[in-house]
């Protein structure tokens, strides 16, 4: 067995005690693999043990991998901050874009969308914790971007995903992931049908599902640690 695949089961074995602790069901929670830094071999040997959605902060990276690894079926999505001279290879390559946090970026990855692939499949990223140079949109300006990003033709608008800070501990984990629940329920109460809130990594999933996340995003319990800091 290899390093990749025990990892993906000692992964897979905690979202399950924490979404019985939780009392939810195992498929409540999708798993996405953070796989920046890592090579393709790494993907495809993930993928060899059943993983099948990958994420990606470096777009050019990215890219490179997707290309790579065409001809398995794997679903792609772009956690990381996207300038506007990277929306076309973002809307050309990726499924689900979750770090939309302006407007205009939404806008260019719609019109840049090709036409014979699905719509893109979108989440806002929430700055829950408010730190002012953080990427984001704050909490209270959650609904005006996401009813605008929802009625762009060439996007699906899926939910929201946020990086809160590293908490303390597991309550204090809970305090904030609660925070951004209530975001998420805030958009769905003024009608926006979101099934997505992509929140918790490898040190805080537990925390995360027991707070109502829909998709946890893990890279270093998955991968091992990153040479690159982020
Ligand atoms: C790197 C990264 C992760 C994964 O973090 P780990 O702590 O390695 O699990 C999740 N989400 C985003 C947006 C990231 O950039």
Redesign the pocket.
């Known amino acids: 067995m290899t390093t990749i695949e025990k990892n993906l089961q000692t992964v897979q074995s905690r979202l399950t005690t924490a979404c019985r602790a939780a009392g939810r069901q195992n498929r409540e929670v999708a798993l996405l693999a ?1 796989s ?1 830094t890592f090579d393709a071999g790494a993907v495809a040997r993930a993928h060899a043990a059943g993983q099948m959605a990958f ?1 990606e ?1 470096y777009i050019q990276e990215a890219v490179q991998k997707i290309s790579a690894l065409r001809h398995l079926d794997l679903q792609w999505h772009c ?2 901050p996207i300038q506007s001279n990277k929306t076309r290879l973002v809307a050309e390559h990726f499924d689900w874009v979750q770090s939309v946090d302006r407007l205009k970026i939404a806008e260019r990855l719609s019109e840049q969308r090709p036409g014979h692939l699905a719509p893109l499949q979108v989440c806002i990223q929430v700055n829950a914790d408010g730190g002012a140079t953080k990427s984001g949109v704050l909490p209270w300006d959650a609904l005006a971007l996401a009813q605008q990003v929802a009625a762009l033709p060439n996007l699906r608008l899926r939910g929201i995903m946020s ?1 809160p800070e590293p908490a303390p501990d597991f309550d204090a984990a809970c305090a904030v992931f609660a925070s951004i629940k209530a975001v998420f329920d805030g958009l769905n109460a003024a009608g926006l049908a979101l099934d997505t809130l992509s929140m918790g ?3 805080d999933l537990e925390a995360a599902i027991a707070s109502g996340s829909t998709m946890v ?5 998955i991968f091992g640690g ?1 040479m690159k800091m ?1």
């Open positions: 953070v920046k994420g902060n956690i990381g990086i990594m490898s040190a995003r893990v890279g270093t319990a990153r982020d």
